[in-house]
């Protein structure tokens, strides 16, 4: 049986694979996008890729997950943030002048949600929504067993959705959306503050001695002990995980920010599932746990609503294998 | 050719609906829910209500509309506010028994979109939302062309979509609703504080004239002269209307919280347009106004982004002309 290409397009490498009908990836390549010499070239090398990967298998069709607004009927991708120069262009057209394959484009986390769905954490599912932290914040949602694309190839947004009407300004030019509390850089902004607050608390001790509360000697964070740049994201979950004070308060925090985003898609969407991926999800179970309280908390619950809040299974992989299925959905009603 | 019928089933009222293909009611029947009495007598006469209308024509289905989490499945209604001791009742299965006909039941907010989409505001759409504004701020969305039901028929509870995290506490146990800001009793309350803090202002003043304010005199508000009581929302849509300052003030801020709602829709179902109805859209062209500059600055908008806000077109005829439709909808797929 013809087996199917994934492609998923960022900003600095480019991933393909060569994907059955269970998503798993038979065959892969990865090259650098470089994407500042401009879309073509890009696009050559990886129809190049797709060349090779037909080699070992009979190919029916390539699908590209990328960064940025896609037209779906056209695979067209608009202003794609971190492709600077691919504004407007053309993917589909390219590749399928370059490969005579036929190929499909959607947005990278449209991919994502599609491999989870059909092979990770959300199968069997019709109603979910699948999130991705890190730098950005990205969602899309599965209704009625269908992506929904919405009527700008702009659906599931959720990092620019609002949680605090009042709140930080964005950089989209809003205030107090989801993406300003949850985002990487500013979970890493709020952490290099607590430390600052941390460190002048301990050191204005006259004693510089750990500080005494209660009678225990209390441990100063491991935070406080590391060179600023080395505060990101992974370091303060591992820190969390191993039970450090300030870095749980930090994952909770940010879980219960995370929370208040999915009191707003399950109230919307009232998904039966929502999957949670991307690098920041890497902060692991407190994070969930911090998310889960909010929403049982403020998403009016009811008895036997069905709704879980989980992990993405596919890691890496989700995007190359949701993308290589955009040629077999149905089509759009 | 066989018609439908559609059926309102509110609190007070049972409004019923001979619909013709272009969504015109042809003929009408009007009933008292007497909802204390319980369901079965309540159905009892609406099995009567379709028993006249079919004297006048062939029917073929007929759709509920009804407040309350609607199990589409079973055509079960469970936990309808205004409608107490009807929880768990098996609105299909009693009307098809009484009726002899296809029964169809869906959430009366559901009912209004498909309406709105089938033939009104929504025409020609297959990606819109439409929100009830009244005492509830009701919400239902067309996902592809199709209803978004969610995974427990409550998708579209737009009233209890977070606008400030930190905000009021409301009457669902969680803070910052957007119902909270816009319901009806809620916009009430905050007219009665202004028109308080207005008549303390003017009689404050020495001479008890109106005010001087940069050599004008400052007319007082008309709602500052009116009994307590007579402060509603059409009375305040009236006097904006007239350009009464404290009135179109009370619209706009209630139209910059609207929007703070719509910018979450807009960010996660990227509607090509959003309708408004219900009573409170009464306030007239000020609120959309509002609501759309809200939108406008905080909601992600690109160049040549499609997304229109409307007023919805079939008034109160929305529930019946859609709950009508329920059975001719292409299955779930």
Redesign the interface.
Known sequence: MALDIGVDIGGTNIKLGLVDAQGRVVARGRLKTEARKGPRQALERVAAGVARLRKKHVVRSVGVGIAG?VDHEHGIV??PPNLPGWHGTGVKEILEELTGLDVHVTNDVNAVCLGEWLFGAGRG???LFCLTLGTGVG?A?I????L???????????G????????LPCR?????CLERYVGAKYIVRRARARVKAEVKRMTSHRDQMPLFKGGIVEKPSVLAMLPARRLDPETIGRAARDGDRLALELVQETGD?LG?GL???V???????IIIGGGIAGLGEPLLKAARRTVL????L?DG???EIVPAALGNDAGIAGASRLGRL?A??
Chains 1, 2 share one sequence.
């Open positions: 607004l608009r202003l599912c019709d109603d969602g949602a209704v009625n067993g269908r929904a694309l919405g009527a700008n190839g702009a659906a599931g947004e959720l620019h959705t609002v949680i605090f009407g009042n709140g989209c030019g809003g205030r107090g920010f208040l009191v707003n898609v109230a919307l969407f009232d998904p039966a599932r908390r403020r998403g009016q009811f609503r069905k709704l149905p759009p009603a």
